[in-house]
């Protein structure tokens, strides 16, 4: 394939961006690294002091249930506001030398994997001290990762060639983040809704994704194959239409940065 | 002789307008009252020229006259709007050196990042590295942050790993001018030790003196159009030297 033959022949460059990105993004600093591991548990903690013990919401293994979602939220919400950077950021490059402009939305995105590896491990920890069992089911999780992955590189495509063409993308994504995050039933269950309205969270894909979490990990069953067949249906659609749009604009960014 | 680049009656648009930075909202505003407009703006028009094997072409012209936007176009990084650009071999491009360095980054990281740019592998690069060094005077600032150099210093780094090159199409934008008189001079040979090495480059360039001096071609470019195109420098130079005085 000549994506992979394209990518083998820049890996030099690849590999020499993320480690820029790396250290843009931490400066150097071991508290750099270790914040990122704080932030999403910080949320986590203010998301329990609120709904677990002020509110007192009654789900089971409420702890969990929060951290699934905010497992997914995070890395979608990183790397989407992170990877919608990728283009503008490096226009100094691009516009002298001819690469592919892929590259940089890629390597933006493995600084938002490890952070999302690192949460991860955590999540793990927790499950283990929350006493859920870990089954062999454990092992379907990958399927909403790999999926999840494409699904984000997909959208930091659209997202960063957007903002070159419209600066004030920044703010609406902001204002559209919000909205999905309140959409994503990270702190409610939807349960109690009726069918109808349960149906009109499925299409919002993070929400999809975190209930194959929940359903693996708080339920333990495997979701059924119309659930995988839509989470593969929104990041093979997020991805190709990402891929669309750098295809198509590839020569037109030049005009706008 | 090998002919290396073939371009053929090329025409490159630019856009223009206020269309830059108005943001979606704007965007939108300005579709639903017709008044959005992009205007193209022909930078290079009908301009044709090849290139062999060991030829070296000066290209002329004041600001303006889409020298730059032509380079840009034969390296790949514009499409033309018309015309066509036929390419045999390898382009390296040396275009506004001293920029889209990182400033966080080291001495030693913007250099191998810098090299994968210009399409080095990771072995060149760990093979040539100290000669880089060296040849920019920088041996005692390898771990300094970029930002901590001064700018004639970013620029010595930037030429030494862009001379570094051996492509079949070689691009240069004013870069023959690179740091004080003493690495001017040093980069210069360098510069010319390259061209000798059998490269087909292209050279754009303000100075009359150093066109003579090593073109064996040239393009004369006014406001995209082209006035002169040859193999009589000496003459092309002279009508060129007469047109500015006329202004």
Known sequence: ?257 | MQKVLEVRDVTIGYKTGDFRDIGLKEWVVRRLKGNYQVNVFNAVHGVSFELSKGEMLGIIGGNGAGKSTLLKAVSGIMVPTSGEIVRTGSVAALLELASGFDPDLTVRENAYLRGAMLGYTRAFMDAKYQEILQFAELEEFEERPFKQLSTGMQSRLAFSIASQVDPDILILDEVLSVGDGAFQEKSGRKMREIIGGGAATILVSHSLDQVRQLCTKILWLNKGEQMEYGTNVEEICSLYERFQKRG
Not at chain 1, 73 to 84: K, L, P, R, T, V
Not at chain 1, 94 to 117: E, R
Not at chain 1, 127 to 146: E, M, N, S, V
Not at chain 1, 182 to 203: E, H, N
């Open chain 1, 1 to 257: 394939m000549t994506l992979f033959h394209e990518l083998r022949k820049h890996k030099f460059l690849f590999d020499e961006l993320v480690k820029r990105d790396f250290v843009r993004k931490y400066k150097r600093t071991v508290l750099g690294m270790g914040w990122s591991i704080c932030a999403p548990m910080l949320n986590l903690l203010v998301l329990w002091i609120v709904f677990g013990y002020l509110l007192k919401v009654n789900i089971p293994h409420f702890v969990i249930f929060l951290f699934s979602g905010q497992l997914v939220y995070s890395y979608f919400s990183e790397a989407s506001s992170m990877g919608m950077m990728a283009l503008l950021n490096n226009a100094p490059i691009f516009t002298k030398v001819n690469v592919p402009k892929y590259l940089f939305l890629l390597s933006q995105n493995v600084s938002s994997l490890i952070n999302f590896g690192l949460t991860l491990f955590l999540y793990l920890v927790f499950i283990l001290l929350d006493g859920l069992p870990i089954t062999w089911k454990f092992i379907c999780l990958l399927y909403p990762i790999a999926c999840l992955l494409m699904f984000n590189v997909g959208i930091g495509l659209v997202l960063s060639a957007l903002l070159v063409f419209f600066r004030d993308m920044q703010y609406l994504w902001g204002i559209a983040s919000q909205i999905i995050m309140w959409g994503s039933a990270i702190f409610y269950s939807v349960d109690s809704f009726g069918p109808t309205v349960q149906k009109v969270f499925m299409l919002n894909p993070v929400f999809v994704f975190i209930e194959y979490f929940r359903n693996i990990v708080i339920q333990g069953n495997v979701p059924g194959i119309e659930i995988h067949l839509l989470l593969l249906l929104y990041s093979t659609t997020a991805l190709a239409f990402g891929a669309w749009v750098y295809k198509r604009y590839n020569t037109e960014f030049l005009y706008y940065v």
